[in-house]
C-alpha cells in the first residue's frame, strides 16, 4: 500500500513549519501545531475546491459535500462510531453544552444529581453546573486518589439511583491520569447513568475505541488532534442522539419547514445548524486518518513521561514543573509571565521559555484538593 504524505504518521519535526528549528514546543496539551499536509490541505480547500455543503446543486458543492461527509467517515473510523453518531460542533466546549443543554435539559428534573471528578477541566464543570441551576439537580464530585486518578472506587461507594450523569476527563490536561472508562461505564450504567468522556487529551494520544469503551457520549477538540482550531466532535450513542431535540435552530437542520411547524433533520445534521466550519472539517478528516496509522504504529500508548518529573528532581528543567505541583508566584527571570490582568498567569508558555506551566488556568480547583498540593481556592 503506499502511504500519501498526508496519511504518514506525523513524528517529524519538519512536518510542523511553524515550529523553527532549535524550539521544543511543550504547549500541546492547550493546542497542537499544524503539520503541513492540514496546512495544505485547508490551502487547497479555501484556494481550489471551495463550495458550500449539503445545499448546492452544482459540481463543485456536490464534491465538497463528498469530501465533507467522507471526514465525518474518517473521524467516525477513528474512534470506532458510526458516521450517523458523530456531530461537527465547535470543540470539545460545545460538544458538553450541546450534550447538557440537550440531553441533560431535557431528562433531569428537580433532585437529580451529576457526577464530575476533581480534575475536570472548566468545559467539563461549567456547562453542568449551568444545567444543574436551571433544572434543580444537584452536582457531586469524586475524588482523586493518592496518585492522582479519579477514585473508582469512591465513585462506586458515591453513586445513586439520583445520579443521571457521569461525566469524566479520559485522560487529565493537568496530571495526565488515565481513566478506567471500562470501569467507569460499568459502574454509572450499574445506577442507570449515562457517561460521558470528554476525550480532549486521549484522542491525540491513543487508540480510542467509543464500543470498547461502553461510554454514551465522547467528545473532542480537532485543534488538539493536528487539525485546525473551530472543529469538533461529539459522539452519542445513536438512540440518545435520536432522541434529543435540536441544538440550535436554522438552515441544514431541519427535514420540512413552515411558518406553521417546522420537522427536524435526524442526527447528525439536527445537531449541525447553520453553515458548517467545511474547511475545518476537511482538515480534521485528514488527521483522524493520519493519526490513526501513526497510532496503530506506535508503541503502546500513551508514553509516560521520563523520571525527570519524579519526586526527587522536582525542578530538573528550569520553569518547568512537575504535574500537580503549584506553580511559582512569579516566574523566573526570562520565563514569560501571562498577561496583565490575567490572574496568575495565562496558559503555557512558548516553546523556548515555558510560562506558568501547562494548563495554568486549569488548575486553581484541583490545586485546593486535599492531599494535593496547596494553591489558589478560585476557580480560574
Ligand atoms: C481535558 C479538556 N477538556 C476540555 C477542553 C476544552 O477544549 P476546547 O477549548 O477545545 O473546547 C480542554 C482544552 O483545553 C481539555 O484539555
Known amino acids: 500500500m503506499t502511504v500519501t504524505a498526508a496519511e504518514r504518521a506525523l513524528d517529524v519535526l519538519a512536518d510542523f513549519p511553524a515550529i523553527p528549528a ?49 471526514a465525518r467517515r474518517r473521524v467516525a473510523g477513528f474512534i470506532g462510531g458510526q458516521p450517523d453518531e458523530c456531530v461537527f460542533v465547535r470543540g470539545a466546549t460545545e460538544a458538553i453544552n450541546l450534550v447538557a443543554q440537550c440531553w441533560a435539559g431535557t431528562q433531569l ?15 467539563n464543570i461549567v456547562p453542568w453546573q449551568m444545567v444543574a441551576e436551571r433544572v434543580g439537580a444537584a452536582i457531586d464530585v469524586v475524588p482523586l486518589t493518592p496518585d492522582q486518578r479519579i477514585d473508582l472506587d469512591a ?6 439511583p439520583e445520579h443521571k450523569l457521569v461525566a469524566l476527563a479520559h485522560v487529565s490536561n493537568v496530571l495526565g491520569s488515565v481513566l478506567d472508562v471500562r470501569r467507569a461505564a460499568d459502574l454509572a450504567h450499574g445506577v442507570g447513568a449515562k457517561l460521558l468522556i470528554d476525550g480532549c487529551q486521549a484522542v491525540p494520544r491513543m487508540a480510542v475505541d467509543v464500543a470498547a469503551l461502553g461510554c454514551d457520549f465522547y467528545v473532542f477538540s480537532g485543534h488538539k488532534l493536528y487539525g485546525p482550531t473551530g472543529i469538533g466532535v461529539l459522539w452519542g450513542r445513536a438512540e440518545l442522539l435520536d432522541a434529543m431535540p435540536p441544538y440550535q435552530g436554522g438552515g441544514s437542520m431541519i427535514d420540512r419547514v413552515t411558518f406553521a411547524r417546522t420537522t427536524y433533520a435526524p442526527p447528525p445534521t439536527r445537531f449541525e445548524a447553520g453553515t458548517p466550519h467545511i474547511v ?19 508503541a503502546p500508548a500513551p508514553r509516560r513521561l521520563p523520571p525527570l518529573w519524579g519526586a526527587g528532581q522536582p525542578r530538573a528543567l528550569p520553569g518547568l514543573l512537575p504535574p500537580g505541583r503549584p506553580e511559582p508566584r512569579s516566574a523566573p527571570p526570562g520565563h514569560r509571565q501571562g498577561p496583565p490582568g490575567a490572574g496568575r498567569g495565562g ?14 488556568r486549569d488548575r486553581p480547583h484541583l490545586l485546593a484538593t486535599p492531599g494535593l498540593p496547596p494553591g489558589s481556592d478560585a476557580p480560574g
Not at 500541546?28 to 481550489?48: N, S
Not at 428534573?109 to 468545559?123: N, V
Not at 475545518?280 to 506506535?298: D, E, I, N, P
Not at 496558559?347 to 495554568?360: E, K, V, W
Open 22 to 70: 532549535g524550539w521544543a514546543y511543550l504547549d500541546t496539551a492547550a493546542t497542537a501545531q499544524k503539520p503541513r499536509p492540514v496546512i495544505d490541505a485547508i490551502a487547497r480547500a479555501y484556494g481550489e475546491t471551495y463550495a458550500t455543503v449539503h445545499r448546492g446543486v452544482y459540481q463543485r458543492s456536490a464534491d465538497m459535500t463528498l469530501a465533507y461527509e467522507a
Open 109 to 123: 428534573k428537580a433532585g437529580d444529581r451529576i457526577l464530575l471528578s476533581q480534575l475536570e477541566h472548566h468545559s
Open 155 to 160: 465513585m462506586a461507594a458515591m453513586l445513586r
Open 280 to 298: 475545518g472539517v476537511v482538515g480534521l478528516g485528514l488527521m483522524g486518518a493520519s493519526l490513526a496509522m501513526g497510532l496503530r504504529r506506535a
Open 347 to 360: 496558559d503555557a508558555g512558548d516553546a523556548r521559555g515555558s510560562g506558568p506551566g501547562p494548563h495554568f
